[in-house]
């Protein structure tokens, strides 16, 4: 390269990379501003959730900050849910918008944040690209109920800033009292506990900020200067124990956190280590990505002595080359250390693994990769040009297979179907796509899709419930009473399901049967119970009265269904027709 040519890319290298990754992450996002929601937690998150809906007030600012809904306590992402309702209504386009800027956002902050731990440009600004690009990071963008990632990774990039200024400006024989008043790293405990209260997945990086410690900013040379390190960071591991056990407790409370006798601590141990390998497979090798991965208890011997010997010699190696080169190190522990909340070991949902819990910790592989290879260009005395086609053509492949795989979001059939095809005994993903067809096809379609995809669940409470909501619509109530016995059957205690078999017994006239399930379902009022499906409920259950003449039941049945959904019109014409013949 040529002083020219050197002269210019100093110049230009920053604009550069900022074009550069700007350009990457709409040619693979922009798509998404034309795809829909999907069934699977975007109900919950946005347009079913009645708080969200009601944009941003005092009352779901309040809602946001107390409630402990969908087993999860993050307030800054409810919040940021209810700007969007608020600013774009129920545009779907629109919320896909903004997670596509909040991943530009990440991407670019990414690398000033790398640059500037490490003054490496190009270096950080390949770790910026492999973010920004990475198949797995898909689901993280496209998919609008992981705003959560999104926004607490901003805030985890924000803190990791505000951290190097205290590091870099805090003096070596400070006292610990006068570097925990100083404002940089206020900033970063403040910081620290916005990403908290975004996802707390964050609650990892302390830990991240000790490695970082160790290299680049080399605060550590000898291992009794690890001490004040530590303790210098007391407050960021209280906030981390304090979001530990709320998210413990709200996990817990909604039923996520499965119990041991389901799946005992060595197998939790055993899947962990095999996921671990996975995602580093996944890393290198990004095909077959699915939206949710069942969770598997059969683990084979010859698989766990080969996967726990990848791990373990990995480990080995970024141990023993720690004082040559402590990025592996770093990279490594970075990548275990940010996946112990959601490796398995506290086993939280049915899914074994998922391609959003890359979004952090692959910036420790992401660090290995780039580090290690800038060496081997080195050691090689490869020719700049070669090495940036290599890299170039490496990039334009995970580019194109990041856009292939947003694609596949565009809604709910098209993200099941693919999933469903490189999956299996998929139980979950069958009973959405066969609630999809429900709520959008033809019922004689749906019923027919739906029994071949949910043929093989016969012990899936869901795929029952479903069952049994189509044949309510096509008039066989007493075939979706069956179906919802056999749900509950499976699974007691469902509020929703109770709701959906009292609608059935109304279909039938039989109001006796109808009003005593919906009590039912109000006393259980799990969060499987919405308002908007009691008030359905009440209001099929006051037209059962009012087919009978039953006035006064009629009346009240159809009061009660618009204390629980104001704006349900036809409870509200049903209450004045009966109201108007008397």
């Not at 956190?257 to 799946?263: A, C, G, L, N, P």
Request: contains cysteine; hydrophobic residues 50%; aromatic residues 14%.
């Amino acid at each position: 390269m040529n002083e020219g040519d050197r002269t210019f890319l100093d110049r230009w290298a920053e604009p550069l990379i900022f074009y550069s990754l700007a350009a990457v992450c709409l040619f693979i996002y922009g798509q998404t501003v034309r795809f829909d929601f999907i069934n699977l937690d975007d109900p919950h998150y946005v347009y079913r959730n009645g708080a969200v809906m009601s944009g941003v007030n005092a009352e779901s600012i309040k809602w946001a900050f107390t409630a402990i809904y969908f087993a999860n306590w993050h307030p800054l992402t409810w919040l940021s849910h209810a700007l969007d309702v608020q600013l774009f209504g129920l545009n779907a386009g629109a919320h896909h918008a903004v997670n596509v800027v909040l991943h530009l956002g990440n991407a670019c902050l990414a690398y000033v944040v790398f640059r500037t731990y490490t003054g490496a440009i190009w270096k950080s600004f390949l770790v910026a690209f492999l973010f920004a690009v990475h198949p797995t990071h898909v689901e993280s963008v496209a998919w609008i109920s992981e705003r959560k990632d999104l926004l607490s990774t901003l805030f985890w990039l924000f803190t990791m800033l505000a951290y190097v200024r205290y590091a870099r400006g805090s003096a070596a024989d400070a006292s610990i009292l006068r570097r925990l008043v100083s404002p940089y790293f206020i900033l970063t405990f403040v910081l620290f506990g916005l990403g908290l209260m975004a996802k707390p997945m964050v609650v990892t990086l302390p830990f991240v900020l000790l490695l970082l410690d160790l290299w680049p900013l080399n605060r550590v040379v000898r291992v009794k200067e690890l001490v004040p390190l530590m303790v210098e960071k007391i407050p960021l591991f209280v906030l981390t124990a304090a979001s530990s056990l709320i998210t413990y407790a709200a996990q817990k409370a909604g039923g996520a956190v499965m119990q041991i006798e389901r799946f005992p601590l060595e197998s939790r141990i055993l899947n962990s280590l095999l996921s671990y390998v996975k995602y580093i497979f996944a890393m290198f090798y990004p095909v077959n990505l699915a939206v949710w991965y069942p969770l598997d208890g059969r683990i084979s011997l010859p698989a766990v002595i080969a996967y726990v010997t990848i791990f373990v010699s990995i480990t080995a190696v970024a141990v023993w080359q720690f004082r040559k080169r402590p990025f592996i190190a770093v990279g490594w522990f970075w990548f275990t250390g940010t996946l112990v909340p959601v490796i398995g070991l506290v086993q939280v949902g049915s899914q074994s693994m998922a391609d959003r819990y890359t979004y952090i910790p692959y910036f420790g592989l992401f660090i290995i990769v780039v580090w290690s290879g800038a060496e081997l260009v080195e050691r090689l005395k490869m020719k700049t040009r070669t090495a940036v086609a290599v890299t170039s053509t490496a990039l334009v492949a995970l580019s194109i297979a990041a856009f292939d795989q947003a694609r596949a979001w565009k809604n709910s059939e098209t993200l099941y179907t693919r999933s469903l095809a490189v999956t299996s005994n998929n139980y979950l993903l069958m009973n959405l796509l066969c609630t999809h067809y429900v709520e959008k096809a033809p019922a004689e379609y749906a019923e027919r899709r739906c029994t071949e995809l949910l043929d093989h669940t016969s012990n899936y409470a869901e795929a029952h419930n479903t069952i049994g909501l189509l044949r309510v619509e096509l008039g066989r109530y007493d075939d979706a009473v069956a179906s919802y016995r056999k749900a509950l059957q499976i699974r007691p205690n469902t509020g929703i399901v109770y709701s959906n078999l009292s609608v059935a017994y109304s279909k039938k006239a039989d109001t006796e049967n109808a009003e005593k399930h919906l009590h039912r379902a109000i006393e259980i009022g799990d969060e499987s119970l919405t308002r908007d499906a009691l008030a359905y409920s009440y209001n099929t259950l006051g037209e059962a009265y009012a087919a009978k003449n039953d006035s006064a039941n009629a009346a009240s049945s159809f009061q009660t269904a618009l204390q629980y959904q104001p704006g349900l019109n036809v409870a509200r014409e049903n209450l004045q027709k009966i109201q108007g013949a008397n």
